[in-house]
């Protein structure tokens, strides 16, 4: 029999607020979009739709997508929004239309398999033209009016490769061009016999992978950027030839041309697979030639471009998940979107401030404003992956555990490497954890031992004693507030209490699971473990016994829990506490300690969440992903206060 779903159970479950997010999907092409209102930006994040005030950066949300946005397409007014997922294989993937002005779903088209690539609005907005991935290989029309396919095809021939990109005419409804792996198209829709009609494009003997097209205002030509470099200049009437080729001879885009936008005054903006955008114009001799002045170097290979306006300002997105925002006049950038490129291992919140946060990932670790999303700073380790943080109380030391056995220590300040212990563990260090008064620092590794270094040296860090009684990674470490005892959570079944003074076991709590987390009460009188197993456990911390075990999701493991440390309710008998949850369901849940119910829900990872955190404060929650999102949420603690108290009401009327 399978796990039940703990929401099942609960009537009143209420929606978490998501108030904005970190990140962009930068992987696939076109995500990244200015709307024609020239005020907003939307780009892909998981399984949500992030629009985003360009001048103030106020978010807000499409969400619809149960599973990752793969594509993006805004209609010409601007009155329409697309977007297709990926789906699980073997199962058919959504494509959802949008009305923009409401933020609703206007209509769900489910024809594609697995994944939709690309799509494409006509000029006059009559028709919506989705492509099918490599599964599915099929161009499908839809009418916009009635809401209903008119018909589709086989995208390409079947010795062809993958059709992967999608354009249409700007002035012609009934025209549009798809390309990919050698084979390039035009097609033309005849809605009276509802067919769709290709002519390949003649690119005399050239073979090419096509990654991006674009047409030119007046439907005469277009611009086709490959895989090799260079960009291909074809009619869009008539025959439909290759009209030439550029940049000749040595000059190919270093990992080909991965984006092509026209500019009004016939200009090219191409991004290039190695981070390059440039602008080309027709020089002396006729030929299209790269601009010397006006090239910028970004981070990651371009994989999005889009004008703003007339073109006075345009964006830019890369695979390594960053945005840039371009002035065409003098061709300066910055960079208003950044993110984590991986997986965000750990996030942690300093212990008296909600204003910050900092999240650990592959090679980095970053400070952020809780408030503006804004990086404020990143400290970087070359080719290493940094698996858990701890701040010190005060605030003067971030310390952190990294995948090639080392325990480093920076400053929040500068950034800079205030110590770090070398050969720490065996294995990597897998957890890390601070005393409240800051003289030690506990770190747990890949081994299984639990090590205790004393730091109060700030050039010499000893080794105090090493806890050797794990057999398994240990996932999580916590220390209780006198700095006496501390909890060690381990994928070998078992969490150990361990005595600081004596250095000895005080308790153990054993479980059929791989733990991965574990977080004392805020009382310190019992102890929360969450892990594979899909259960929260509660556990006396006297005797090591458990107290009760609550399903926590269907399916996935639980990756995260943290508990808000003020109660809530006005009339309770018992102090009543939330916590929140996260994991392989790829939802945030909301629970109540004492009923060991969920409340709220949060919806919009599209991976397995990693780790969890409730701010000091108490007003928000942030969740981070292995995609390498992060996301904030409103703790809603009315919300909380309101139906702990209608639930002791209830109580009370019973025992009554």
Not at 379 to 407: K, P, Q
Request: proline residues 3%; charged residues 20%; aromatic residues 8%.
């Amino acid at each position: 029999m399978g796990t039940a779903d703990p929401l099942d159970a609960v009537e009143d479950l209420h929606e978490l607020e998501l108030l904005s997010t970190i990140g962009f999907e930068g992987h696939a092409s076109n995500t990244l979009q200015v709307h024609p209102d020239r005020t907003h930006l939307l780009y892909t994040l998981g399984s949500t739709i992030v629009v985003q005030k360009i001048s103030s950066e106020k978010q807000s949300f499409l969400s619809g997508h149960n599973n990752t946005v793969s594509c993006l397409a805004i209609s010409p007014s601007g009155n329409l929004v697309a977007s297709g997922q990926v789906t699980h294989m073997g199962f058919k993937a959504d494509v959802i239309l949008w009305d923009f002005q409401t933020r609703s779903i206007v209509k769900k088209f489910t024809l594609h398999k697995v994944q939709v690539q690309a799509l494409a609005f006509s000029p006059n907005e009559k028709y919506l033209v989705s492509l099918g991935a490599q599964d599915d290989r099929s161009v499908v029309v839809w009418d916009l009016e009635s809401l209903e396919a008119i018909c589709g095809s086989a995208a390409a021939l079947p010795s062809a490769g993958n059709v992967t990109c999608l354009t249409y005419s700007n002035s012609d409804d009934n025209v549009f061009i798809t390309a990919g792996d050698n084979n390039l198209r035009v097609w033309c829709l005849d809605k009276q016999n509802r067919k769709i009609r290709p002519q390949e494009v003649d690119t005399q003997k050239l073979k090419r992978k096509f990654n991006c097209v674009a047409v030119d205002a007046e439907d005469q030509f277009f611009y086709a950027g490959t895989a090799s470099g260079d960009i291909l200049k074809c009619s869009l009437g008539g025959e439909g030839k290759c009209l030439g080729r550029f940049p000749a001879g040595k000059g190919p885009f270093s990992l080909g041309v991965t984006s092509v936008v026209l500019l009004k005054n016939g200009r090219l903006l191409v991004g290039a697979g190695d981070g390059t955008v440039v602008e080309m114009a027709v020089n002396s001799r006729g030929e299209m030639a790269r601009s010397k002045e006006r090239v910028a170097k970004l981070e990651g290979g371009v994989t999005s471009l889009s004008l703003r306006g007339e073109g006075h300002q345009f964006f830019a997105g890369t695979d390594r998940c960053n945005v840039y925002k371009f002035t065409l006049a003098d061709f300066k950038f910055e960079n208003t979107i950044s993110s984590h490129i991986d997986e965000v291992k750990d996030v942690v919140f300093p212990a008296q401030s909600s204003k910050l946060f900092i999240t650990a990932s592959k090679e980095d670790i970053r400070i952020w404003n809780t408030e503006t999303n804004k990086e404020l700073l990143r400290i970087h380790v070359a080719n290493m992956v940094c698996n858990a943080l701890a701040l010190e109380v005060r605030g003067t030391l971030i310390v952190s555990a990294w995948n090639d056995n080392v325990i480093r220590a920076f400053k929040p300040e500068s950034g800079k490497l205030a110590w770090e212990i070398p050969k720490a563990h065996s294995r990597e260090v897998t957890a890390i954890a601070i005393t409240g008064d800051g003289r030690r620092v506990i770190s747990g590794g890949g081994e299984g031992f639990v090590k205790i270094w004393n730091i109060e040296n700030p050039h010499k860090q000893v080794l105090e004693r090493e806890l050797k009684e794990h057999q398994g990674t240990v996932t999580s470490i916590r220390v209780r507030r006198d700095d006496q005892q501390c909890i060690s959570a381990s994928t070998d079944g078992s969490c150990i209490i361990w005595n600081l003074r004596t250095f000895t076991r005080d308790a153990m709590l054993q479980a059929n699971t791989l733990f991965y987390a574990v977080n004392y009460h805020p009382q310190e009188i019992q102890v929360i473990t969450s892990g594979s197993d899909r259960k929260i456990g509660y556990w006396d911390l006297h005797d090591g016994a458990q107290i009760r075990e609550v399903d926590a999701a269907a399916a996935g493991n639980i990756n995260g829990i943290d508990i808000a440390l003020c109660p809530y309710g006005s009339n309770c008998v018992l102090p009543n506490y939330a916590f929140v949850t996260c994991g392989g369901d790829k939802l945030v849940k909301l629970w109540l300690y004492n009923q060991g119910i969920v409340t709220h829900v949060g919806r919009g990872h599209s991976t397995d969440i990693s780790a969890i955190r409730v701010s000091p404060d108490q007003k928000y929650v942030i969740s981070v992903g292995v995609d390498g999102s992060i996301l904030r949420w409103r703790f809603p603690g009315k919300d909380v206060d309101a139906i702990v108290d209608r639930l002791e009401a209830t109580d009370h009327q019973i025992r009554e």
